[in-house]
């Protein structure tokens, strides 16, 4: 067992690493063939391999030596105006030695800029596009300004299928020397959905405990990582107690750092399992899907949620009184 | 369910009431003049600011003095049958019952000029031969359409009481529901009520109801504002208006921005619209506001913000169909901004542990402290040669390791392990 992040360890290295979002990588591979990049926006929920791609794409672009030609920068700590003027702008207008003309900026979170930020960044994306191409990565592509939605080619990133989920997990599982069942295998997609970041992390936190990983294990230990019980929470709005909802979806996304988008699918999912009557499966499906679209047009996630919490408590007084 | 503390304790005896000493001496003496005869001035006119005392004044002079008290709100004085009512009770003195009578007519503001049909012009006629004491109030006295009433009236001012009365009084409500108050908190709250009684007596309800202690730091965040109105009566504006416009207004009334101002709506909600279908309704408006400030954020159309208000105050007023309004429900703080402000210690040691994994990971430490620290806490602690060597690995501390591993013992030992 080695003794450092495997979510970082075993991030692919290349495009060729990477066993999903097919349609994405082949696109990406196209790009390096041509060596020449578009500015772009990588869209999606966390832990679907948005950084890792276009790391990827820079190494594949300018081999080993890719470091001196690329910038990471994360706009989630540093979402000011000032370093759009001062970081981005300096690294941006300075031309690249190689053969390749451009540099690539990668902006992570860059959902998380300030609007102000983002016209800058928009002016300075327009003026040196012949020295730096720029891959935005971002939760919802709804918080990017229009402008520079439409000055970049689109990727929609979506979470893991459970195959390729499934092999990253078993082939780290292998090389870490940890053993893993299948009934672990399947608690952790429940739990984590196709989010890998949280699918390795969880692992690795299983396997300090030193034991074969169950089931059981991952269920002990992701209960104090993040009880991010939406059934419970969909329980308990549906049984008439709002507040105590909305507590509970609270402490997921402030506490947790669970993503909305995934509480959303969760939802979706679990309102399909419950025992409910027909027609009202489809009538909630349509109250989760306008939820899901008002977050990709950038609503904020815990209003957005309680507002879905608040129809479900609705929802099951009328279940309640038709009975 | 909670009484409100107005009502709790509104003043029984002319002796508990805030201020306006002078006022009160006026209309005792006019009162005790009925005894000798009647006096010139058949009925009193006391004017004065919202909240200072004018109706609890009367009460108190009719329990005080054994008189029966009848009140009525002016604006009922509409129709025909009600002035008679009042002029019958008017032209005698003695009650059935051998007692004094006094007739209260509040609220004379609301009455509207011509229209209706009683109106300031009947009310007159009734004073001007009244056999036993009126007492009128209003806002202002020198209305127009008081000015021919007002001559057959003793008009009496009220002012609003000093700070250090109003907090005299707070402190000895806060005694009384065991409050621990220092004497700061509640010298904000009367401050910062203007003179208004009542609305310093609703703001130490919503601050202090349930604590031990009161202090200062409970307080200050309400910021000190030009008599503009509290957050609460905004709140109040905007959960139980009836009107579009009504709850319009409440936005413009209050100095807490509009984020700042949804937040407290967002947080109140749910306890002041408890019927399943208002309670969507209302979560629904708000959620569309919030829609729309996303669009002003993505346009940088500013205009927007002008349903972004519509939404989140006229929407949530209007979601009122079924719930039925009982009783004083408590104003809270919004909890989404509090978690924001507390522990601020721990977040700062989250965050300089998540910039360390953000220097290895591709991870900003915003997320990292969030996403990732949860699970080095169970590795931590599970693991204490994982520990070490993820320590070792991430660059971390000794002080980062104690908070990740949660005692200082195993710190210890994951350090030793680290080399």
């Known amino acids: 067992m080695s003794f450092e992040m495997w979510a970082e360890k075993y991030r692919p290295k290349k495009l060729s690493d990477i066993v999903d979002q097919k349609d994405i990588v082949e696109r990406l591979k196209s790009f390096t063939k041509s060596r020449n990049v578009p500015h772009c926006i990588f869209a999606g929920p966390p832990g679907t391999g948005k950084t890792t791609a276009a790391l990827c794409l820079a190494r594949d672009l300018y081999g080993d030596v890719y470091r001196e030609h690329m910038m990471e920068l994360n706009a989630s700590d540093e979402r000011g105006i000032d370093v759009v003027r001062e970081t981005v702008k300096t690294f941006a207008r300075v031309k690249s030695i190689g053969e390749i003309p451009f540099k690539i900026m990668i902006l992570d979170e860059a959902d998380n800029m300030t609007s102000d930020a983002q016209q800058a960044l928009r002016r300075t994306m327009e003026r040196y596009t012949e020295t730096c191409r720029f891959i935005m990565c971002a939760n919802y592509s709804g918080r990017i300004i229009e402008p520079i939605q439409s000055r970049c080619a689109p990727f929609r990133f979506t979470y893991l299928p459970r195959e390729a989920h499934d092999s990253y997990l078993i082939e780290m599982a292998e090389k870490e020397k940890v053993k893993l069942s299948s009934e672990g295998l399947d608690a952790i997609f429940e739990i984590c959905g196709g989010d890998l970041r949280r699918a390795i992390n969880t692992l690795q936190s299983a396997a300090s405990l030193g034991k074969p990983v169950d089931a059981k294990v991952i269920y002990s230990i992701t209960g104090k990582a993040s009880p991010a019980d939406v059934q419970k929470m969909i329980k308990v709005a549906m049984g008439g107690d709002f507040m105590e909802a909305r507590k509970q979806l609270r402490d997921m996304i402030q506490k947790y750092g669970v993503a909305g988008s995934d509480v959303i699918r969760q939802i979706h999912t679990e309102l399909f399992r419950a025992e409910l009557p027909e027609q009202w499966k489809i009538k909630l499906a349509d109250i989760v899907g306008e939820a899901d679209f008002r977050l990709v047009e950038g609503a904020d996630e815990e209003i957005q949620l309680s507002a879905l919490l608040a129809r479900l408590v609705e929802a099951g007084c009328d279940l309640r009184s038709a009975r | ?419």
Not at chain 2, 33 to 51: D, H, M, N, T, V
Not at chain 2, 256 to 283: G, K
Request: net charge neutral; hydrophobic share 40%; glycine share 8%.
């Open chain 2, 1 to 419: 369910m909670h009484f409100a503390w107005t009502v709790k304790y509104k003043p029984k005896s002319l002796a508990d009431i805030v201020g306006n000493a002078d006022a009160i001496e006026k209309l005792i003496e006019w009162t005790k003049s009925w005894e000798k005869g009647i006096p010139k001035k058949r009925a009193a006119f006391l004017y004065g600011p919202p909240g200072v005392g004018k109706t609890v004044t009367v009460e108190a002079l009719a329990h005080d003095y054994g008189m029966e008290f009848v009140e009525n709100n002016a604006s009922d004085y509409r129709t025909e049958e009600a002035i008679n009512r009042f002029a019958g009770l008017a032209s005698q003195y003695g009650s059935l019952f051998g007692g004094k009578r006094i007739i209260l007519l509040d609220e004379l503001d609301g009455l509207t000029g011509t229209s209706d049909r009683g109106g300031v012009k009947a009310i007159t006629e009734v004073v001007k031969v009244a056999q036993c004491p009126i007492v009128l109030i209003a806002n202002s006295a020198y209305d127009p359409r008081f000015s021919n009433l007002r001559s057959y009236c003793l008009l009496i001012e009220f002012k609003k009481p000093p700070a250090g009365e109003v907090a005299k009084r707070l402190k000895l409500i806060s005694e009384d529901e065991g409050i621990q108050a220092d004497e700061a908190s509640l010298k904000f709250i009367a401050q910062r009520s203007g003179g208004d009684v009542r609305s310093a007596v609703n703001d130490l309800q919503a601050l202090g109801q349930g604590k031990k202690t009161l202090t200062y730091e409970d307080v200050s965040w309400l910021g000190y504002r030009d008599r503009q109105d509290s957050i609460f009566n905004v709140l109040r504006m905007i959960l139980y208006g009836k009107t579009c416009a009504s709850a319009k207004q409440a936005a413009n009334m209050v100095d807490v921005d509009t984020d700042m101002l949804f937040e407290w709506i967002y947080e109140n909600v749910p306890a002041h619209l408890t019927d399943p279908h208002d309670l969507a309704d209302a979560m629904d408006a708000l959620s569309v506001a919030d829609v729309y400030r996303g669009r002003i954020r993505a346009t940088q159309e500013w205009g927007f913000l002008r349903y972004v208000i519509d939404y989140m105050t006229a929407g949530v007023a209007l979601a009122r169909k079924n719930t039925r309004t009982s009783g004083w429900i408590q104003f809270k703080f919004p909890e989404r901004i509090q978690m924001l402000s507390r522990s601020r210690a721990e977040r700062a040691m989250k965050l300089s542990i998540g910039a360390k994994i953000k220097k290895k990971n591709h991870i900003s430490a915003r997320r990292a402290s969030r996403e990732v620290i949860p699970y080095l806490k169970i590795m931590f602690d599970n693991n204490a040669e994982m520990a070490a060597g993820l320590a070792k690995w991430l660059d971390l501390n000794q002080e980062m390791v104690e908070y990740l591993v949660g005692s200082e013992e195993k710190a210890e030992a994951i350090i030793k392990l680290m080399g």
